[in-house]
């Protein structure tokens, strides 16, 4: 079992910024990728950004030059760092990681931009 708690969210301005973290606990020795997905009013789930253990990154192009994921390997916490916020980007943040066959999710943190 793996435990997921996001920790970050809240009301911005547009062009403001975040700092989401997710901390992962339990059967974690071996976590591969973690990601963060997002989910909007009305919207499907996307993924937003993606990283490595080894710290190689992958990013929606929506989000590409504004959003960085990072990682702390030894705390078991990846990180997302949002600078020029935009009011699209209002949605509900999750972190996911998967071990094994089993995907975890975290509860979610929810971020809103008003414009």
């Known amino acids: 079992q793996v435990r997921l708690v996001e920790s970050g969210g809240g009301l911005v301005q547009a062009g403001g910024s975040l700092r989401l973290s997710c901390v992962a606990s339990g059967s974690i020795f071996s976590i591969a990728v973690m990601r963060w997905y997002r989910r909007a009013p009305g919207n499907q789930r996307e993924l937003v950004a993606a990283?490595?253990?080894?710290?190689?990154?992958n990013y929606a192009d929506s989000v590409k030059g504004r959003f960085t994921i990072s990682r702390d390997n030894a705390e078991n916490t990846v990180y997302l760092q949002m600078n020029s916020l935009k009011p699209e980007d209002t949605a509900v943040y999750y972190c996911n990681v998967v071990v094994g066959v089993a995907n975890y999710w975290g509860q979610g943190t929810q971020v809103t931009v008003s414009s």
């Open positions: 990283i490595t253990r080894g710290g190689s990154t």
